[in-house]
């Protein structure tokens, strides 16, 4: 399989304030995602950005397909940014998709 | 636009007995997914299947079967529940799109919350 390592694997932010959470996979991928599970435990998507930079209001994401590694930027984070963030690649259509450990984030008003 | 929906959202059953958790997607995508979700582990991906009566292994199949005769559809069964088996349970769907697949965005379903006491 393909190792995903996420980091860091909590975080603690006051209201406000920025963020970077980092993924690292360990094989060529050709899908990469980024979800948010909320504190109800579902999962929402965010990103789908298997290389380049994208944006969605306070979040962007960046991938670099050759270097192996993704970054989530969470700015002017808000307590409903609360939760787990995920990083879930593939290696080709279809295929399984491995999910990292997450990022436990903590927004505190 | 009903999505992807998973039934029960909640059981509890018993070692030994026979469980099988429901899926349904509306969007007719070929793919669907499997995973279950522990505390120290993320998501780890149990069966998929590319189209109807195609499926394969995921990472941790063992006390597992699924089955595919309509598109829409990919019930997950457990034959002999175990206690090891507690967990959530998140189907998915996907449909590749484009030469080389350049779009494969997996979405998921809400979770079944499954206790084997």
């Known amino acids: 399989g393909i190792q995903v390592e996420q980091s860091p694997p909590d975080l603690i932010l006051q209201e406000g304030a920025n963020s970077t959470l980092r993924c690292n996979f360990s094989?060529?991928?050709?899908?990469l995602q980024w979800f948010h599970q909320n504190p109800w435990g579902q999962l929402i998507n965010l990103f789908y950005?298997?290389?380049g930079t994208k944006q969605n209001g306070r979040l962007s994401a960046t991938t670099v397909a050759t270097e192996r590694y993704s970054l989530l930027y969470i700015s002017s984070s808000q307590t409903t940014d609360s939760g787990v963030y995920f990083c879930?690649?593939?290696?080709?259509?279809?295929?399984?998709?491995?999910f990292g450990t997450g990022t436990s984030l903590t927004v505190i008003p | 636009d009903a999505g992807i929906t998973q039934s029960p959202r909640y059981k509890i059953t018993e070692t030994g007995r026979q469980v099988t958790l429901m899926c349904h997607q509306t969007?007719?995508?070929?793919?669907m997914f499997w995973y279950r979700q522990d505390l120290g582990h993320g998501l780890r991906l149990i069966y998929y299947?590319?189209?109807?009566?195609?499926?394969d292994k995921g990472e941790v199949p063992d006390g597992y079967v699924v089955s595919r005769s309509k598109t829409e559809n990919f019930p997950l069964t457990l034959e002999s529940a175990t206690r090891s088996q507690t967990s959530v349970y998140f189907c998915?769907?996907?449909?590749?799109?484009?030469?080389?697949?350049?779009?494969?965005?997996?979405?998921f379903g809400p979770g079944t919350r499954l206790t084997v006491l």
């Open positions: 094989d060529s991928v050709n899908n």
């Open positions: 998915a769907s996907s449909e590749p799109q484009g030469f080389g697949v350049t779009y494969n965005e997996q979405f």
């Open positions: 950005i298997p290389s």
């Open positions: 299947s590319a189209a109807a009566d195609i499926t």
């Open positions: 879930a690649v593939a290696r080709a259509a279809g295929n399984q998709f491995y």
């Open positions: 969007w007719s995508h070929s793919y």
